[in-house]
């Protein structure tokens, strides 16, 4: 018997403007929809190059800082932790030798 494909974690994120629901599974791909760096990084109260360290290695988020940005984008906590998680281990799994 064939084992279902692992869940890939998403978050489901409601366009600005056009208010289209899209589910996400890269936090890479959240902040580009979330908006301009500036702007995201100004409501999550982050300086710009944390913005940028983070989006580039999402593990090295901390608590406090998935909790606010899940709460400054309107999305689901427990799904946002599930795909920086994801994010984080495919990258360090990319990295290993």
Not at 32 to 43: D, N, Q
Not at 44 to 71: H, I, N
């Amino acid at each position: 018997m064939d084992s279902p494909l692992p869940r890939v974690p998403s978050v489901a994120f409601q366009l600005p403007l056009t208010h289209e629901v899209r589910r996400v599974t890269s936090f890479t791909e959240l902040l580009r929809l979330a908006g301009t760096r500036v702007a995201v990084g100004k409501a999550w109260g982050v300086a710009l190059r944390t913005y940028d360290r983070r989006k580039q290695d999402p593990g090295s988020l901390t608590v406090a800082e998935v909790q606010k940005l899940a709460v400054v984008l309107a999305v689901n906590e427990l799904d946002l932790f599930a795909v920086v998680s994801a994010n984080a281990r495919d990258r360090a799994a990319a990295a290993a030798p």
